[in-house]
């Protein structure tokens, strides 16, 4: 076992007795933030595509600390499917931690994982991927996607490796308390110094109103409210768990929407710049080709077909959507969640509105006759784990 995992326990005379040795919060936190990363990186063995955790038992404190400097993942958008693999899994209940018999109990993840692959997509674009003008759009993207995955997985995590774990040690989660290797390599991550200081933030989840600006992955109301919902569903019978995970659901997506990406990215002027000047592009193609159009028609200049303008700056534009399959795009609306036209994205309310209402989709998928379907989506990008990095 690695130094700083020993536990030391006084022991008596009697033979075939047994002392507790408990690991402190700051090792359980340690090992958490490790087995985030360690599915971002390229040097670490793999099984059936995921990080290798073999060597570990169905206890925390039998997982080892990794000694050396890790290499990360550098393209987004394969960070992104490998960040969809690892919500996949743990939703799924397929780690080490895991106990399949309370699937569903994580029930955030499942959306996370649909809505990190969407990510993917957008950075997947060509003119995301390699235009210029795009380049703050697919940087906010990456890293948003990166330091939630930082700060919510391990939650999950920690939860896993008992309720009463996470109880006592929830407070005390502190990115600067790591043990010394886990914090030198968290540290090596993309954006890590200028993103570290803003995740999280807290804020009133109904409004998004910023009560304390927190960071180093500091515990929250709203992160306490998401897994004593967890509790609840776990000790709920088969009848009440949908309506429990659904409000987790709501609980943990105002803590990724309001407490991480706002202050991380949607706060961010160049963001900003770049949000503003795409739903300006969309008014403006829209309302020139619908003005001109009539204008001629008018004086017998036009036939309408100037209105075919606004398709073409709208190809050029991502889509605000969540496809709620493992392909990228869907022309099943039963499977896709669309944004409001010109949906002000930065605006915490409004885009929770629009959250709420493709997490509802999720939810009427996973309770109904879809939810194998839906399982079987998962499991298929449950397998994007080791997949190779492009850059």
């Known amino acids: 076992m690695a130094e700083n995992l020993k536990a030391t326990g ?22 958490a933030q490790q087995f985030a990363m360690r599915h971002l990186v390229t040097h670490a063995p793999v099984h059936q595509h995921m990080p290798d955790y073999r060597e570990g038992d169905p206890h925390v404190s039998g997982t080892q600390v990794e000694k050396g400097a890790p290499a990360f993942v550098s393209d987004p958008e394969v960070r992104a499917r490998r960040i969809a693999a690892a919500y996949a899994r743990v939703f799924l209940e397929d780690f080490h931690l895991g106990d399949k018999n309370k699937i569903g109990r994580f029930y955030w993840l499942g959306l996370g994982a649909f809505a990190s692959k969407q990510v993917a997509a957008t950075l997947a674009l060509w003119r995301v991927k390699y235009g210029a003008r795009w380049s703050d759009l697919r940087a906010g993207l990456g890293r948003g996607n990166l330091w939630l995955f930082n700060d919510v997985l391990p939650w999950f995590y920690g939860y896993a490796a008992g309720a009463d774990t996470f ?35 807290e804020i009133d989840g109904d409004t998004g109103v910023k009560k304390a600006k927190l960071g180093y992955l500091k515990c929250t109301p709203l992160v306490l409210d998401g897994f004593q919902k967890v509790s609840k569903w776990e000790d709920a019978p ?53 003005n001109a159009s009539v204008s001629g028609m008018q004086y017998g200049l036009s036939d309408g077909s ?47 509105a629009w959250i709420k209402d493709a997490a509802t989709k999720y939810h009427g998928l996973m309770k109904g006759d879809k939810r194998q379907t839906m399982l079987d989506y998962l499991s298929n990008i449950r397998n994007w784990g080791d997949m190779p990095d492009n850059s």
């Not at 659904?246 to 770049?274: C, K, R, T």
């Open 167 to 201: 109880d006592m040690c929830a407070q005390s989660r502190d990115s600067r308390n790591f043990v010394d290797q886990v914090a030198t390599n968290f540290s090596r991550q993309k954006s890590h110094a200028e993103s570290i200081g803003k995740v999280p933030y």
């Open 306 to 352: 100037d209105i075919a303008l606004s398709p073409v700056i709208r190809a050029l534009v991502p889509s605000l959507q969540l496809v709620l399959t493992d392909e990228d795009t869907t022309n099943n609306a039963e499977f896709r969640s669309d944004a409001p036209d010109r949906l002000v994205l930065q605006d915490y309310q409004k885009r929770m």
């Open 238 to 290: 088969e009848g009440q768990r949908a309506r429990i995970a659904f409000n987790h659901l709501l609980a943990i997506a105002m803590h990724e929407q309001g407490e991480v990406l706002q202050g991380l990215i949607y706060d961010d002027p160049s963001f900003q710049w770049w949000l503003n000047g795409q739903r300006s592009a969309l008014a403006t193609s829209d309302d020139t080709a619908i």
């Open 10 to 31: 006084t022991t008596n005379p009697q033979p075939n007795t047994c002392v507790d040795a408990k690991c402190s919060c700051d090792v359980i936190w340690s090992l």
